[in-house]
């Protein structure tokens, strides 16, 4: 996790308070997120936000308890003017509300007519599978065989809405403390097929290369179940050896055996091959997971607890920032939030009339440039229609007004984190540094909201 950018994150969206950065890719950044209380928060409110709260969840503080956090996630703001980045982000929000287990993160809210595209879901605490299999060794027979249990689990219970994941990975599996969950399961090829507006094109690679078939390689959009069921093994491969099958992409020759534990050895043999028809169903895997449970003498809730106590020892689990632990919003973006309720206005609305724009105009010409990577650490990293690369995220520019402007200013800084530019591009302009102390928290915008429709917005719920 790493600190918001006062200067470029926003503190509120939708009903939320953001807390932390948990990383950015190509699609999307995520955050860690807490849902502000408010009182009076109408019907229509609450249906535009997609709120799945019980009422009586709301206008009241929580104890600082990591199962009342979520993970919002927001589109990239360079992709927000491309309507088909828009749309497969949209249905990211489908897929997430679709799929109802306990081995996937459940939806908390949505809002996908914002200007800027964002969802919440259920925040798991606990490490990524890559992070605790680098950091405490790979795993036991007994406890890879609950692992894959539930990601079985997971794997039926997306299938079972029709949709793919077409990303399962080490870095996508939270071992929370009630067990696996899997993450980021919206790349809905299936659904897909089913519309004229398909969105993955015939050639297509999606997915991240060292954990994706043959098929999925040479074109994502045709791939079928078999696909997300190599992606298990794969999956398993790396808990038990600590590497991907492959190190760079998949292969039509067996992968190198050494270091999978023999009992292992008959199930993902029949699971990493290049023909798709080969490998078992999920029913397949879970009845080869469990006679391997039986022969090594265990039940799955020996295996299961087996694996709770190794992620519990191995003390991997994020450490949640101060903010996150005081259990309650923010005093000062309650109140403004609030007040935005009160007067009939969205959350996420402009707070004030006299507020100098959602995020100032400054001048920036003695800021210095700092570049950092941008990772997903804590188990939440963006994989939506990811390269596998992460980004570096910089910010979008705004001029000053000509009649504002002197000799030597420079664009200002408005808005989230943009990707770095490539080589040879000229870089974007630094992020604002007008978020001192006092300043109004900055805001995630929606339509309508600029400094000019702050004074006429209503409370009129959205259709």
């Not at 609950?146 to 794997?155: N, R």
């Not at 690679?205 to 179940?225: F, I, N």
Request: contains cysteine; hydrophobic residues 40%.
């Amino acid at each position: 996790m790493k600190p918001l950018d006062t200067n470029a994150d926003p503190r509120v969206v939708g009903p939320f308070e953001l807390l932390a950065r948990l990383g950015a890719g190509g699609m999307g950044v995520a955050y860690l997120a807490r849902e502000i209380p408010l009182e009076g928060l109408s019907d229509e409110m609450v249906a535009a936000y997609r709120l799945v709260e019980p009422d009586h969840d709301r206008g009241r503080d929580e104890v600082a308890d990591p199962s009342r956090l979520a993970v919002v996630k927001m589109i990239q703001p360079s992709l927000l003017g491309q309507p088909q980045a828009r749309e497969r982000f949209a249905r990211e929000i489908d897929a997430v509300r679709a799929v109802a287990g306990d081995r996937v993160p459940a939806l908390r809210a949505a809002d996908p007519e914002a200007g800027e595209l964002w969802f919440a879901m259920d925040y798991i605490a606990g490490p990524a599978l890559h992070t605790l299999v680098k950091g405490a060794g790979p795993l036991p027979a007994g406890p890879c065989a609950a692992l894959g249990l539930a990601l079985v689990d997971a794997l039926a219970a997306i299938h079972g809405r029709k949709l793919l994941h077409r990303d399962l990975k080490p870095s996508n599996v939270v071992l929370g403390p009630n067990g696996p969950v899997v993450l980021d399961f919206g790349l809905a090829v299936l659904a897909e097929r089913q519309s004229s507006q398909a969105l993955t094109r015939t050639g297509d690679r999606l997915g991240t290369r060292p954990y994706m078939p043959v098929e999925q390689l040479r074109d994502s959009k045709h791939v079928e179940a078999p696909a997300d069921v190599y992606a298990l093994g794969a999956t398993l491969f790396f808990a038990l050896t600590g590497r991907a099958p492959y190190p760079y992409m998949p292969l039509m020759v067996p992968p190198t055996w050494e270091g999978v534990d023999p009992a292992f050895l008959p199930l993902l043999g029949r699971v990493i091959v290049a023909e798709p028809l080969r490998r078992p169903d999920l029913d397949g895997v879970r009845e080869s997971l469990s006679t391997l449970l039986t022969d090594a003498g265990l039940t799955l809730e020996q295996a299961a607890e087996q694996l709770r106590e190794r992620v519990t020892d191995a003390d991997l689990t994020p450490k949640l920032p101060p903010e996150a632990l005081k259990g309650r919003a923010d005093p000062v973006v309650r109140e403004l939030a609030q007040k935005a309720v009160d007067e009939g206005e969205a959350p996420d609305a402009p707070w004030a009339e006299d507020d100098p724009g959602f995020y100032g105009l400054v001048n920036t010409e003695d800021i210095e440039w700092v570049v950092e990577g941008a990772d997903g650490p804590g188990g939440h990293p963006p994989t939506l229609l990811d390269d596998g690369r992460e980004r570096t995220p910089t910010a979008p520019t705004v001029p000053l007004p000509a009649s504002e402007r002197r000799p030597g200013d420079e664009p200002a800084a408005v808005g989230h984190p943009l990707p770095p530019p490539r080589p040879g591009e000229a870089p974007m302009a630094p992020a604002d540094p007008a978020g001192a102390v006092g300043a109004a928290p900055k805001v995630a915008s929606r339509p309508g909201g600029d400094r000019e429709g702050a004074g006429s917005r209503s409370g009129t719920p959205r259709t």
